[in-house]
Structures are given as structure tokens and as C-alpha cells.
């Protein structure tokens, strides 16, 4: 079955504890100055009052630092982290590069505890001030979006201001994630507190332990799926996820910047830890040397849903082409797409590329009339349309419009940027509060790719599989490869009862896999690790891994993606 929950053991001798009363006994006995990072998102009021009762339950006086409150003054704030150009536009920001100790101006002096006392010092920055013990606070990034979109969020040194998911997107998260990233190789201890009442703790060398040991395995990460106006109902009634849900439209299958990995015994026993953790201190055994030299620690490829059985159609958009990506919001590489149809038929549809006919002005006029006024108009008019053939795999490199009609579910095989949905027309869809939706469209307009239309795009993007090669009962296929796309899309066949085992090797480069039919595949590494995966999981197989063996499990037919950077 598909699992919500994939877990990984800790590595031998790895600290793992539940609780405060657990958490605070990690303490060393004697007088200590612990500093405890993490996001804006953390309750770190919560976090402190809880750790100072049960410390002072155990005869310890505790003294509380909130650096929170030692920010700089929040115009400082906005003019060290975004320029006048970005703070003109209303939908994107260039990713910031400022380090987090630009937004403080000086920090405070401390005052070493004595005896058995205990210094807490907690908030955004913590790691800045002298401490004996480092701890990291962490809430996975899905909770920050949450909380920003229902109005309870918080951008990072603006506690006073409304809280943006464009702030967040684009200005917080680069700025903590390097923050984050820098302090992972001297951690002593990890806190998951998606349960503030329950936190779960693992000790900084389990947890390195942990990843080393993972680095060179398979990999699966914690799958969600967030709601939308457009979503559908597939992965409610078919993966079991959240039925009282609105709908489940976007499915987070592997997002590097947000995915999680689960590290535990038990539910009631894990922490969830950042899979770019082990891209960060493992860069090589991840991506293999060649992509790690071009990507650095940026794990470049996602495999992602989106679900729109009993639900509309998504915007028609494009993604940024290279050259803009990186000027204008400081990408190094751009969002590269394909679809592959997990379910579609000949009578549901995906929007792809202009046609032969089609007048960018005229486009430009509708799109604003639909924007401005609210006039209905129909993209097939510009846009072409192909059935939605489930299995088929269509190709959307940077400026193709495209989007994928009602009814379908699409495994989306792209490149890792994934918030720049340059959008269109979005069939006049209110937002959340029932006003007219606000779009992008000068900045689609601006990478819209008018060269590639009509037969070029049926041909170059809409590919048929090629046989690459077979054994006894299998073959592997090229589904889609593009030379202005740095990645490519194949497809393991295993026929119905044939017992066939197929060999592979990442050669270097790491492979991300998603059974897209059939019950499911079985792993075996040359190094003897086993890993089951099951119909619409994915699976990350890191470089290190080498030769790996490929088994069908269930007597019919069984069909299993794969992505990996080209040579």
C-alpha cells in the first residue's frame, strides 16, 4: 500500500527522546548556556515556558534570551533583504541573499550562568551568541504557508507586520535555509515541535549518523497534499490522504526546499528532518560528483501531483525561461516541466503550446480584457490542446504555455524551482476572500516562447517512447529528452507474470523513481539494502547507491518512471 509514513531507523546509538521532561534531560548538569535556533514559525514563547518548567522542576534557575526582540528596526529589515525593483512587484521577489546576521544590528550581551543555572537563548539567530549547547527548532515549511495563509504567520524580523506568503516564499526561506544549512555539521541536538507538547528530539551526531547512512541508500520522503480552488479528489479516495480535506490538488511528492524525511521507531516516536539536509552535508553521495559540481547542494529534479479528478482546470501559465529566472529572481537554473499522465483518458485534455495561428498580441488583449474586466475567454483559441492519454509524457520546457484540464492526475517530472507559475488565465476564479484573482501576466507575457508552435510543439514536445533497452520480460524507455533540458524522462515495462528483474546503476548520477502502474517494484542495491516501493510513490536513489536491481511485484503488469540528469 501507499504509505503516508515512510520511516527510517536511527543510526546505532542515536539519541531519540519524546517529551520536555526527555528533551530538557539532554542537558549537561552543570552551569550551561544553550542556544535553541529555528524559523519565525516556532511557538518560542511555548517553547521556552515549557523548557523552563520542567528544568526548574529539576532544581535548575533558568534566565530566558528572546532575540526576536533584538532585530533591526523593521525598515532596516525590509531595505537590507529586498530591493526597489522587488518591493514594486506584487507577486515575486529576486531570492534573497542576505545572511540572517544582517538583520540585527548589534546583539546583546550575556551574562554566563554559574552553579546549575541554565542561559536559554531562543528565536531566529540564536547560534549567534556565545553557547555551550546548540540546539535547532523545527517546524517542516508546510506549516509556515499555513499559517501565513490563514493569517497567524509571521515573517522573519517583521513581527508587527502582516505576513506574506510572497515574503515568506522568496525572502524567508532562502535566508533561513543557509542559515540552517551552515549550522548542520555542529548541531547538538534536533527538535521536531509540530506537537509543541510533545516535541521529539535527536542527538546532532545521531542525526549526522542517520543522514551519512541514508546518503547511500534509498530514499523516500514524507508525501502531502495541500488544497486548492482547482483540486481534485483522487488522492483522497485512492492514497488515503486527508478525506475531510477540501480536495487534494497539489501532492508533494519529492520538493527538495520543503521535503522531509522521517527518522524514528514509531509515530509516536520520530522527528522529520529536511531532505536538503542530506544533499548539504552529503552533496556528492546525493547528486553524484558531475551534478553536484553544475547544482552544488541544490537537489535539481521533483516529482510532484496534480490532481484534478473532480475538480477544474489549472491556470494556463509558463515558467520562467533561464536567462529571466536568473536576473530576475536569482535561480541558477529555471522550471523545466513535463507531465506524466498517471491517469487520463482520450476525452480529458492538457493545454500545450501556441498554435500555428496564434497572434501574441491578440493573446496579450484577451488576457488583459479577462484580467481587467472579467470577459470570459478561451484559451483553445491560442493555445493547443492534446488528450490527456494516461502514460503518455509531455514535455514543457521554460515559456511553453500549458496546463492540465479537468479530470486528469499528473505527475509533474520538473525542475526543482516550483514557485513561479507565471500565470495567464485562471477562468476567472476568485481568490480566497471572493475577489478577482490577480495575475502575473506582464512576467508571462515577458518569457512567453512564440517559436516553438503548432507541429514543432507536436513533435518536439509531445515525444514517443523509444526502447532504450530489454531482458527477459522488460525493457527500459526513453519517454522524453530535449536538449535545452538538463534532465530526462525513461519508463522501466515489466510485463504481466514474467518474473523479471531488470538491472540498473546510477552511474554517478542520482535516479528518482514513481510507479506509475501496476502494484509495485521491489529494490535491491549491490550493497544488500531492500526497498519496497508501491503504486504512485516516489523514490530517491542517491548516486552512491551504484548497481541496484529492479523487481515487479504482483502478477500484472508493472511500469516505473525514472528521472536522472543527462550526461
Same mark, same amino acid.
Given at each position: 500500500?501507499?504509505?503516508?509514513?515512510?520511516?527510517?531507523?536511527?543510526?546505532?546509538?542515536?539519541?531519540?527522546?519524546? $517529551?520536555?521532561?526527555?528533551?530538557?534531560?539532554?542537558?549537561?548538569?552543570?552551569?550551561?548556556?544553550?542556544?535553541?535556533?529555528?524559523?519565525?514559525?516556532?511557538?518560542?514563547?511555548?517553547?521556552?515556558?515549557?523548557?523552563?518548567?520542567?528544568?526548574?522542576?529539576?532544581?535548575?534557575?533558568?534566565?530566558?534570551?528572546?532575540?526576536?526582540?533584538?532585530?533591526?528596526?523593521?525598515?532596516?529589515?525590509?531595505?537590507?533583504?529586498?530591493?526597489?525593483?522587488?518591493?514594486?512587484?506584487?507577486?515575486?521577489?529576486?531570492?534573497?541573499?542576505?545572511?540572517?546576521?544582517?538583520?540585527?544590528?548589534?546583539?546583546?550581551?550575556?551574562?554566563?550562568?554559574?552553579?546549575?543555572?541554565?542561559?536559554?537563548?531562543?528565536?531566529?539567530?540564536?547560534?549567534?551568541?556565545?553557547?555551550?549547547?546548540?540546539?535547532?527548532?523545527?517546524?517542516?515549511?508546510?506549516?509556515?504557508?499555513?499559517?501565513?495563509?490563514?493569517?497567524?504567520?509571521?515573517?522573519?524580523?517583521?513581527?508587527?507586520?502582516?505576513?506574506?506568503?510572497?515574503?515568506?516564499?522568496?525572502?524567508?526561506?532562502?535566508?533561513?535555509?543557509?542559515?540552517?544549512?551552515?549550522? !548542520?555539521?555542529?548541531?547538538?541536538?534536533?527538535?521536531?515541535?509540530?506537537?509543541?507538547?510533545?516535541?521529539?528530539?535527536?542527538? $546532532?551526531?545521531?542525526?549526522?549518523?542517520?543522514?551519512?547512512?541514508?546518503?547511500?541508500?534509498?530514499?523516500?520522503?514524507?508525501?502531502?497534499?495541500?488544497?486548492?480552488?482547482?483540486?481534485?479528489?483522487?488522492?483522497?479516495?485512492?492514497?488515503?490522504?486527508?478525506?475531510?480535506?477540501?480536495?487534494?490538488?497539489?501532492?508533494?511528492?519529492?520538493?527538495?526546499?520543503?521535503?522531509?524525511?522521517?527518522?524514528?521507531?514509531?509515530?509516536?516516536?520520530?522527528?522529520?528532518?529536511?531532505?536538503? =539536509?542530506?544533499?548539504?552535508?552529503?552533496?556528492?553521495?546525493?547528486?553524484?560528483?558531475?551534478?553536484? !559540481?553544475?547544482?552544488?547542494?541544490?537537489?535539481?529534479?521533483?516529482?510532484?501531483?496534480?490532481?484534478?479528478?473532480?475538480?477544474?482546470?489549472?491556470?494556463?501559465?509558463?515558467?520562467?525561461?533561464?536567462?529571466?529566472?536568473?536576473?530576475?529572481?536569482?535561480?541558477?537554473?529555471?522550471?523545466?516541466?513535463?507531465?506524466?499522465?498517471?491517469?487520463?483518458?482520450?476525452?480529458?485534455?492538457?493545454?500545450?503550446?501556441?498554435?500555428?495561428?496564434?497572434?501574441?498580441?491578440?493573446?496579450?488583449?484577451?488576457?488583459?480584457?479577462?484580467?481587467?474586466?472579467?470577459?470570459?475567454?478561451?484559451?483553445?483559441?491560442?493555445?493547443?490542446?492534446?488528450?490527456?492519454?494516461?502514460?503518455?509524457?509531455?514535455?514543457?520546457?521554460?515559456?511553453?504555455?500549458?496546463?492540465?484540464?479537468?479530470?486528469?492526475?499528473?505527475?509533474?517530472?520538473?525542475?526543482?524551482?516550483?514557485?513561479?507559475?507565471?500565470?495567464?488565465?485562471?477562468?476567472?476564479?476568485?481568490?480566497?476572500?471572493?475577489?478577482?484573482?490577480?495575475?502575473?501576466?506582464?512576467?508571462?507575457?515577458?518569457?512567453?516562447?512564440?517559436?516553438?508552435?503548432?507541429?514543432?510543439?507536436?513533435?518536439?514536445?509531445?515525444?514517443?517512447?523509444?526502447?532504450?533497452?530489454?531482458?527477459?520480460?522488460?525493457?527500459?524507455?526513453?519517454?522524453?529528452?530535449?536538449?535545452?533540458?538538463?534532465?530526462?524522462?525513461?519508463?522501466?515495462?515489466?510485463?504481466?507474470?514474467?518474473?523479471?528483474?531488470?538491472?540498473?546503476?546510477?552511474?554517478?548520477?542520482?535516479?528518482? =523513481?514513481?510507479?506509475?502502474?501496476?502494484?509495485?517494484?521491489?529494490?535491491?542495491?549491490?550493497?544488500?539494502?531492500?526497498?519496497?516501493?508501491?503504486?504512485?510513490?516516489?523514490?530517491?536513489?542517491?548516486?552512491?547507491?551504484?548497481?541496484?536491481?529492479?523487481?515487479?511485484?504482483?502478477?500484472?503488469?508493472?511500469?516505473?518512471?525514472?528521472?536522472?540528469?543527462?550526461?
Amino acid at each position: 500500500m501507499y504509505r503516508l509514513d515512510p520511516r527510517y531507523a536511527p543510526a546505532p546509538g542515536a539519541v531519540l527522546a519524546t $517529551g520536555w521532561q526527555a528533551v530538557a534531560a539532554q542537558l549537561p548538569p552543570g552551569p550551561v548556556t544553550v542556544a535553541v535556533d529555528g524559523p519565525p514559525t516556532v511557538d518560542w514563547d511555548g517553547l521556552a515556558a515549557r523548557l523552563t518548567e520542567e528544568l526548574t522542576v529539576r532544581g535548575r534557575a533558568v534566565r530566558t534570551l528572546d532575540l526576536r526582540a533584538h532585530h533591526a528596526p523593521p525598515a532596516t529589515v525590509r531595505r537590507r533583504t529586498e530591493s526597489a525593483e522587488d518591493a514594486e512587484d506584487p507577486y515575486y521577489a529576486k531570492l534573497a541573499g542576505t545572511p540572517l546576521r544582517d538583520l540585527f544590528d548589534d546583539l546583546p550581551r550575556t551574562r554566563p550562568p554559574t552553579g546549575r543555572d541554565v542561559l536559554l537563548v531562543h528565536g531566529p539567530g540564536a547560534a549567534f551568541l556565545a553557547h555551550d549547547v546548540l540546539w535547532y527548532a523545527d517546524l517542516p515549511k508546510r506549516h509556515a504557508e499555513a499559517a501565513v495563509a490563514a493569517g497567524t504567520g509571521r515573517n522573519l524580523g517583521l513581527p508587527g507586520a502582516k505576513a506574506t506568503l510572497r515574503r515568506l516564499f522568496y525572502i524567508d526561506w532562502p535566508v533561513l535555509d543557509r542559515h540552517r544549512d551552515a549550522l !548542520a555539521p555542529r548541531l547538538d541536538g534536533w527538535l521536531d515541535v509540530q506537537n509543541p507538547a510533545r516535541p521529539a528530539y535527536v542527538d $546532532g551526531t545521531g542525526l549526522r549518523a542517520t543522514l551519512a547512512d541514508l546518503a547511500h541508500r534509498p530514499v523516500r520522503t514524507r508525501p502531502y497534499f495541500n488544497s486548492t480552488p482547482w483540486g481534485g479528489h483522487w488522492a483522497q479516495r485512492r492514497l488515503g490522504f486527508d478525506p475531510a480535506a477540501r480536495n487534494t490538488a497539489l501532492g508533494y511528492e519529492l520538493i527538495a526546499p520543503e521535503a522531509g524525511v522521517l527518522i524514528g521507531t514509531h509515530p509516536g516516536q520520530q522527528v522529520e528532518v529536511p531532505f536538503q =539536509l542530506l544533499c548539504v552535508l552529503h552533496p556528492e553521495a546525493m547528486l553524484g560528483p558531475h551534478v553536484a !559540481a553544475r547544482f552544488g547542494t541544490s537537489f535539481p529534479i521533483r516529482f510532484d501531483y496534480l490532481d484534478t479528478v473532480g475538480g477544474g482546470n489549472l491556470s494556463v501559465h509558463c515558467h520562467p525561461k533561464e536567462r529571466y529566472m536568473r536576473e530576475r529572481f536569482g535561480w541558477s537554473y529555471t522550471q523545466h516541466e513535463t507531465y506524466y499522465m498517471t491517469l487520463g483518458s482520450p476525452d480529458t485534455r492538457v493545454f500545450l503550446g501556441l498554435r500555428e495561428d496564434a497572434d501574441p498580441v491578440r493573446f496579450r488583449k484577451e488576457i488583459e480584457e479577462a484580467a481587467h474586466d472579467g470577459v470570459p475567454m478561451n484559451p483553445e483559441d491560442h493555445v493547443m490542446t492534446f488528450p490527456a492519454e494516461q502514460g503518455r509524457l509531455f514535455m514543457i520546457p521554460a515559456g511553453t504555455p500549458h496546463a492540465s484540464g479537468a479530470g486528469n492526475v499528473v505527475l509533474e517530472i520538473s525542475a526543482t524551482p516550483y514557485l513561479y507559475s507565471l500565470r495567464f488565465y485562471d477562468w476567472l476564479r476568485p481568490d480566497a476572500d471572493g475577489r478577482p484573482r490577480q495575475l502575473p501576466y506582464e512576467h508571462g507575457l515577458a518569457n512567453l516562447e512564440t517559436e516553438r508552435r503548432g507541429a514543432a510543439v507536436a513533435h518536439d514536445l509531445v515525444q514517443e517512447p523509444r526502447t532504450l533497452r530489454a531482458g527477459h520480460g522488460w525493457r527500459e524507455e526513453l519517454l522524453g529528452a530535449l536538449d535545452e533540458m538538463f534532465y530526462e524522462v525513461r519508463r522501466h515495462v515489466f510485463d504481466a507474470d514474467a518474473d523479471a528483474v531488470a538491472d540498473d546503476d546510477t552511474a554517478g548520477r542520482f535516479h528518482v =523513481l514513481n510507479v506509475v502502474e501496476g502494484e509495485g517494484v521491489l529494490l535491491r542495491t549491490a550493497a544488500g539494502e531492500r526497498h519496497t516501493l508501491a503504486y504512485a510513490e516516489t523514490l530517491t536513489v542517491p548516486a552512491a547507491v551504484g548497481p541496484y536491481r529492479l523487481a515487479a511485484v504482483g502478477d500484472a503488469p508493472v511500469k516505473v518512471v525514472k528521472a536522472l540528469v543527462r550526461p
